[in-house]
């Protein structure tokens, strides 16, 4: 099955757990969260299965403080929307078409639900709890460093438009190889998250 389905995409932590790891999130629902009660029993019951549920989760991924944090960080993120029921918000993937401002306040969503699940990465690759506040205390955002990866993000948009005009469509392969070297060399490479387990 698909496992990974564009999570970086999503428009808030719902849909970012709906796309990540949806093979190790659907077993959580089937045999943890479901005879837990799942959501059929009140509304706090669930919260509680659901702070369960992303414990677990960080308690999965290995014993160590760092991991419990990140389900911790993860359900904090997620609750707000689960209780006033905005959490299944987004069930379609986003996309351009029909660009409007919505569309525009959907771009804001994805940056800020990046911002936050990249926030939540430092806890679960930093070795110990002293190491991961140590690396926050020393974070300094350099915003020229990501002017390439905001040129990618800006072809990938354009790409996406002129996909819709159809007398365009003969010139999107050379624009689609253009950007695909544009991040192979305006980008280091780095080991997939996954990897390690």
Same mark, same amino acid.
């Given at each position: 099955?698909?496992?990974?389905?564009?999570?970086?995409?999503?428009?808030?932590?719902? %849909?970012?757990?709906?796309?990540?790891?949806?093979?190790?999130?659907?077993?959580?629902?089937?045999?943890?969260?479901?005879?837990?009660?799942?959501?059929?029993?009140?509304?706090?019951?669930?919260?509680?299965?659901?702070?369960?549920?992303?414990?677990?989760?960080?308690?999965?991924?290995?014993?160590?403080?760092?991991?419990?944090?990140?389900?911790?960080?993860?359900?904090?993120?997620?609750?707000?929307?689960?209780?006033?029921?905005?959490?299944?918000?987004?069930? %379609?993937?986003?996309?351009?078409?029909?660009?409007?401002?919505?569309?525009?306040?959907?771009?804001?969503?994805?940056?800020?639900?990046?911002?936050?699940?990249?926030?939540?990465?430092?806890?679960?690759?930093? %070795?110990?709890?002293?190491?991961?506040?140590?690396?926050?205390?020393?974070?300094?955002?350099?915003?020229?460093?990501?002017?390439?990866?905001?040129?990618?993000?800006?072809?990938?948009?354009?790409?996406?438009?002129?996909?819709?005009?159809?007398?365009?469509?003969?010139?999107?392969?050379?624009?689609?190889?253009?950007?695909?070297?544009?991040?192979?060399?305006?980008?280091?490479?780095? %080991?997939?998250?996954?990897?390690?387990?």
């Amino acid at each position: 099955m698909m496992n990974f389905n564009f999570p970086y995409f999503s428009r808030n932590i719902g %849909e970012f757990w709906r796309r990540w790891h949806i093979s190790l999130n659907t077993w959580f629902r089937d045999y943890l969260y479901i005879p837990l009660g799942g959501s059929k029993k009140g509304k706090l019951r669930s919260l509680i299965n659901v702070l369960i549920i992303f414990l677990v989760s960080g308690f999965w991924h290995g014993a160590n403080w760092t991991f419990i944090v990140w389900g911790a960080l993860h359900a904090l993120f997620f609750v707000p929307s689960f209780i006033t029921n905005k959490n299944r918000k987004y069930l %379609e993937p986003f996309n351009l078409r029909g660009f409007d401002v919505q569309k525009i306040k959907q771009l804001g969503e994805i940056f800020t639900t990046y911002l936050i699940v990249t926030f939540a990465w430092i806890f679960f690759r930093a %070795e110990s709890m002293p190491k991961a506040i140590d690396y926050i205390s020393r974070l300094n955002i350099q915003f020229d460093a990501y002017i390439n990866y905001l040129s990618i993000i800006v072809i990938c948009i354009i790409i996406d438009i002129i996909v819709q005009i159809p007398k365009f469509n003969r010139y999107i392969y050379p624009i689609i190889i253009g950007a695909i070297i544009a991040a192979i060399f305006s980008t280091t490479k780095s %080991e997939f998250i996954y990897f390690q387990f």
